[in-house]
């Protein structure tokens, strides 16, 4: 069998079209484009890779988007005066703080992502979004989840009455991603390092989402023949070696890894296009729904704000 490969490149360009009447409706309304805030730490070359990644996008779909740089050195203290900073801006709708922030105030991120305004936090990592998402109501959720529903119903996957098996229990993917399964009535279990006889129990899914963050890790037994996998993994392979082992002597992308010093491996083995009946790839799958979601996101949140707006003025 060989897989359908679900691309989430087109995926993501069905959403973005989607949004232009309504970003050309909320922009009329407010007098100026939804309002991105971004705040990043360090220089990280992979969080500076995403985030002008980010900031293309955003500013190729119309919306305003600003970056606040902190040096690696910056206190949490400074971290949080910024958020409240874009909290307080009346021409930000959005506030996205790049993760991860750097080793010596990473031990603060979960006070960093709990400052952020819940009305302004595309991230969907807010305590009160995340009640909000057990409960089924949420506005603003977290992006990749988000965007990965959005490919399976767009590309005809059904999600009702199927058993889903997520690997991976992390704040943002793992455990929205099985709220957000179950909230359209998939039989759900959720997988971690923990988990007795886990190929086993990934190999009883209709959808298995891998988000682990180990390459290759989810071989062929780990699959259900016809299932549909979703890979969330970007794992970077700088190691020749590794590579080698992980990809086989003779593959074409050790030739891309000399040249780069690196490539980006999924948490989903290729031999997986064998057995699995959809796919999608890494790269080209997930990463470009995120960054669809996270202006969708945005637009969401300008929406709610002129719609209180207009509720207060009435």
């Known amino acids: 069998m060989s897989a359908r490969l679900l691309m989430g490149a087109e995926v993501a360009a069905e959403i973005r079209a989607e949004l232009r009447d309504r970003l050309e409706a909320i922009t009329a309304r407010a007098g100026r484009p939804p309002g991105l805030g971004i705040i990043l730490v360090g220089e990280d070359p992979g969080s500076e890779l995403y985030v002008r990644s980010k900031l293309k996008a955003a500013s190729e779909s119309g919306l305003r988007a600003d970056l606040e740089r902190l040096p690696a050195t910056a206190s949490l203290d400074a971290v949080l005066a910024a958020v409240d900073r874009l909290n307080r801006s009346d021409v930000h709708d959005g506030i996205l703080v790049q993760d991860p922030l750097p080793p010596g105030i990473a031990g603060g991120t979960r006070a960093v992502f709990d400052a952020i305004s819940p009305e302004k936090d595309i991230d969907g990592f807010h305590p009160i979004n995340v009640g909000r998402l057990v409960q089924g109501r949420a506005v ?99 190691d020749p070696v590794l590579a080698a082992t992980l990809l086989g002597p003779d593959s074409p992308r050790l030739a891309a890894l ?7 491996l999924g948490d989903v083995h290729q031999e997986v296009a064998d057995v ?9 799958g ?15 949140a300008a929406e709610g704000r002129f719609s209180v707006a207009a509720g207060a003025r009435g």
Not at 258 to 264: D, E, Y
């Open 286 to 300: 997930v990463g470009p729904l995120t960054i669809a979601i996270l202006l969708k996101n945005t637009l969401l």
């Open 140 to 238: 603003l959720v977290a992006c990749t989840p988000s965007g990965i529903v959005e490919m399976l119903e767009r590309r005809g996957i059904p999600i009702a009455g199927r058993r889903a098996v997520v690997i991976g229990r992390s704040d943002i993917v793992g455990k929205p991603m099985a709220l957000l399964l179950l909230h359209r009535h998939a039989t759900v279990t959720i997988c971690h390092s923990k988990t007795p006889d886990l190929a086993a129990t990934c190999a009883t899914a209709d959808i298995l989402v891998a988000a682990i963050g180990r390459p290759f890790f989810v071989r062929s037994t780990f699959v259900k023949p016809g299932a549909t996998v979703v890979d969330v993994g970007i794992n970077r392979v700088s």
């Open 258 to 264: 000399a040249q780069r010093g690196s490539i980006v």
């Open 276 to 284: 699995a009946g959809a796919l999608t790839p890494v790269p080209g």
